[in-house]
């Protein structure tokens, strides 16, 4: 079959996110509200599924990684432990023209050389740091003494609990905590649909390990991470890994490499995999006035942990997949067809199941299967219109196969399996399905 691939825009992403039921800009009826998004029914499905995938591959695979369900509101001393209140900030200009706000390193990475608004041209004012953590309030009364931040990452939910967690699980380092949770940031760069946004999902693993072995384990982890996104079906080709200069490392980093993806937009950051060091256990100790450091029962020795740390976005995985996943086909016939090549284990629907036709008692018959591989699968039952149509609906979500059911399962009790990536069909006996799908799922390469 010859195939000319197109790569898609970020404009057509966009649409069709909309179009297929993944991602709605949120509060759209009262002109939406910008850097904030809504997942549809296929958008949840996919975001579900990348995380649950995860959770599998960070907590379950490893006896000694748990995981934990911190809350978003914390002490505000804890962001004062933290260095977000004092170094959390992002450097903004103001054009004097237009009165519109720029990050600083934005207006430079779209203007090259010349420091001039992007917009209209305009002078800039010099850069103001400008804090990204959003500030409310708990409490009835709206004073100093009663404000709360929303957490910029998930991580410190982790290290004021480590010794919580640790004591509970009864875990000897080196060990890990997970946690999956939305963090918040003030950004002012609003463009590129879910890529940056103010409320967001991440996936942390902190790994705390003893001074000295850290180096051991930061490569340990730069390899499992970018593994993943293999297994979640990136192409490497659109992968890289980037390692930060002394002027992009955060704060509390000591060595920190970003996996990067290449979006239609260019070459950005993906995850990052950081070596905090003691940074964040030293600072906690010092501000709360509690001991957090660790004794090696074995040796005797007293430390406080080092931490290696995977810091990925699931809302940013989810652009990623999307981008990495869609194709426009040319087909020989002339056709293009719209297909999502996402990988079996993620996409949102698994199995589509179709009577051929509307009567003769397919469906009936089609409607029993689904039930039957409901079970396994997440499965989706459709009788309307041409089965061509139906086949090309189901790959522009990306379900990776679909069943029909035609006269011949009548007399035979078999079916047709047809494949999303090659359009190929195969005929299998009815309680075979799910074995074969499960199989396939299995072995499941992209080929391009
Ligand atoms: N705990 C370390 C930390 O938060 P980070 O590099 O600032 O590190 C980690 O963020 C990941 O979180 C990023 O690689 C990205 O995937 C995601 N992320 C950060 N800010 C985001 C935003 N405004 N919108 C969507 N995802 C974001």
């Not at 693993?205 to 001074?211: A, C, G």
């Not at 079970?375 to 149509?389: E, L, N």
Request: glycine content about 6%.
């Amino acid at each position: 079959m010859a195939r000319q691939m197109t790569q898609i825009t970020m404009e057509e992403l966009v649409s069709l996110c909309k179009r297929r039921g993944f991602v709605f800009q949120s509060s759209e009826i009262y002109g939406g509200l910008s850097s904030a998004w809504d997942y549809g029914p296929m958008g949840v499905e996919l975001k579900n599924n990348i995380r649950d995938f995860w959770w599998r591959e960070m907590t379950q695979y490893y006896d000694n990684i748990v995981g934990l369900d911190a809350a978003i509101l914390m002490h505000p001393r804890v962001w004062e432990a933290s260095g977000h209140v004092e170094s959390f900030t992002d450097p903004l200009v103001d054009c004097k023209g237009c009165k519109q706000r720029f990050r600083e390193d934005n207006v430079l990475e779209e203007n090259r050389v010349s420091r001039t608004c992007p917009e209209c041209g305009g002078e800039l004012t010099e850069p103001r740091q400008f804090n990204l953590m959003f500030k409310t309030h708990i409490g009835p009364v709206e004073d100093a003494g009663s404000i709360v931040y929303l957490r910029p990452e998930t991580a410190q939910g982790i290290y004021v609990n480590y010794k919580n967690v640790m004591q509970t699980s009864r875990l000897k380092i080196p060990f890990g905590i997970a946690q999956i949770g939305k963090a918040f940031r003030n950004e002012i760069t609003t463009k590129n649909f879910i890529f940056r946004t103010c409320e967001f999902e991440q996936m942390e693993m902190q790994y705390f390990v003893k001074p000295g072995e850290d180096q051991k384990w930061f490569e340990y982890w730069k390899e499992q991470r970018w593994e993943f996104y293999r297994k979640i079906g990136i192409r490497e080709k659109k992968m890289r890994y980037h390692q930060h200069g002394p002027d992009e490392l955060a704060h509390y980093a000591k060595v920190a490499f970003d996996i990067q993806y290449e979006f239609p937009f260019g070459w950005k950051e993906l995850e990052g995999i950081h070596n905090r060091t003691d940074y964040d256990l030293r600072r906690h100790t010092e501000y709360s006035g509690k001991d957090l450091s660790y004794l090696d029962d074995v040796t005797r020795e007293r430390y406080i942990p080092y931490i290696i740390e995977t810091s990925a976005g699931l809302t940013r995985t989810v652009l990623t997949v999307l981008s990495d996943a869609w194709e426009e086909e040319k087909l020989e016939d002339g056709e293009t067809r719209s297909v999502m090549h996402f990988h079996p284990e993620i996409a949102p629907i698994t199995v589509g199941v179709f009577p051929l036709v509307k009567k003769d008692g397919l469906p009936e018959i089609a409607k029993e299967i689904e039930q039957k591989l409901r079970v396994d699968f997440t499965t989706f039952y459709d009788q309307s219109g041409a089965i061509g149509r139906r086949y090309r609906r189901q790959d522009e979500i990306g379900t990776p196969y679909c069943v029909t059911v035609d006269y011949q399962t009548r007399e035979d009790r078999t079916v047709t399996i047809r494949f999303r990536d090659s359009m190929d069909q195969i005929r299998v006996r009815i309680e075979d399905i799910a074995t074969r799908i499960k199989q396939e799922i299995a072995t499941y390469r992209r080929v391009e």
